[in-house]
């Protein structure tokens, strides 16, 4: 069975300053990794996915992530954080074979403080 | 993108009433729906997968007569909150299929008084 792990529930970091949050995962076979971002009382907003191809993947936002599969890791980065950043963002993982539903992580708040 | 519209975006009911959220998927057709439920400060809880055409699959601990599921055409899948309780109160969260992504709809916060 496949699952996700977001260590941290709280991740603070000063206007500026490059964030990363962190995300492992466990999956039969490869994965489809993904990483959204929630505001209070709305849906999921999507950032970024690895599917195939480069490690490195960009996303919305200025977000990007590195899939690095011998850490099964898929921890997202910004070089630079917003005040606007400031959110939930769920880590996601589903199988790349068969249509099965996403498997979510906990989520991880980030707290960018001014 | 693919957009997916879910309605009501809040709701709030008497105990005992039922009440039905839509999600439905605007520019696409999606065979697979899934239905998550999620309380606050915590992650998606996946309550069932809805398939066009046939009954839902329900995840262990969701009771089938109680979230109706219904997903009758390509682009709509239906919640249905039977006999609502004050502990159903939640956000409740669709998404639609087109692999490889899942699309999210808005949410709906339920308010059971």
């Known amino acids: 069975a496949q699952s996700v792990a977001q260590p941290e529930d709280q991740v603070n970091v000063a206007e500026g300053n490059p964030l990363t949050v962190k995300c492992t995962y466990s999956v039969s076979g490869n994965p489809y990794l993904f990483w959204y971002v929630q505001y209070p009382n709305r849906g999921l907003q999507f950032l970024l996915k690895?599917?195939?191809?480069?490690?490195l993947v960009k996303g919305s936002y200025g977000f990007e992530a590195e899939f690095n599969k011998s850490q099964t890791s898929f921890h997202l980065k910004k070089p630079s954080a917003l005040v606007s950043d400031s959110a939930l963002y769920f880590c996601a993982v589903r199988p790349s074979s068969g249509n099965t539903p996403l498997v979510f992580g906990k989520g991880t708040r980030l707290s960018v403080i001014a | 993108g693919a957009v997916v519209s879910q309605h009501p975006s809040r709701v709030i009911c008497k105990s005992g009433t039922s009440v039905k959220i839509e999600c439905r998927s605007l520019?696409?057709?999606?065979?697979?729906m899934f239905w998550y439920r999620q309380f606050p400060k915590q992650s998606l809880m996946l309550m069932a997968t809805?398939?066009?055409?046939?009954?839902?699959?329900?995840e262990q601990g969701v009771e089938k007569d109680k979230f109706l599921i219904n997903h009758a055409s390509l682009t709509l899948s239906t919640l249905t909150v039977t006999s609502a309780h004050p502990e159903d109160s939640s956000f409740y969260i669709c998404?639609?299929?087109?692999?490889?992504?899942?699309?999210f709809g808005q949410g709906t916060r339920l308010t059971v008084v």
């Open positions: 809805s398939n066009e055409g046939s009954k839902a699959t329900y």
């Open positions: 520019d696409f057709q999606a065979t697979t």
């Open positions: 690895y599917i195939t191809g480069d490690n």
């Open positions: 998404s639609a299929e087109r692999a490889p992504r899942a699309f």
